[in-house]
């Protein structure tokens, strides 16, 4: 079967940094784009951050610029998201998304571009 997993969602203080994975199973994150999106309670789903699968793009919304860097390492299967400086408007469940087929595009903010969806990890920033 073919999963994509993340992990190291955690409770953290204003501040302070974590580094989520995104790991594929069943398949080779190799030629897919990855996104980033989270979703806080009573809100919508909002595009965090995405990579191409040529690992250009580095596409990032507002509210993180700065804070947050996506990268990929493909001989490990997984995709990152390094989370520094984080803010108590962080906090939500964070999820991974893939869509094969680009070499240099991927969709910042566009849930529905992605075809394959991890099952989110929680990030609470708070004090």
């Not at 953290?12 to 996104?35: E, H, K, M, N």
């Not at 394959?116 to 990030?123: D, E």
């Amino acid at each position: 079967q073919l999963h994509l997993v993340e992990s190291g969602g955690n409770l953290v203080q204003p501040g302070g940094s974590l580094r989520l994975s995104c790991a594929a199973s069943g398949f080779t994150l190799d030629y897919y784009a990855i996104g980033w999106f989270r979703q806080a309670p009573g809100k919508e789903r909002e595009g965090v951050s995405c990579i191409s699968s040529r690992g250009g793009g580095g596409n990032y919304a507002d509210s993180v610029k700065g804070r947050f860097t996506i990268s990929r390492d493909n001989a490990k299967n997984t995709v990152y998201l390094q989370m520094d400086s984080l803010k108590p408007e962080d906090t939500a469940v964070y999820y991974c998304a893939a869509r094969e087929g680009t070499y240099f595009y991927c969709a910042a903010n566009d849930a529905g571009w992605y075809d394959r969806w991890g099952q989110g990890t929680q990030v609470t920033v708070s004090s």
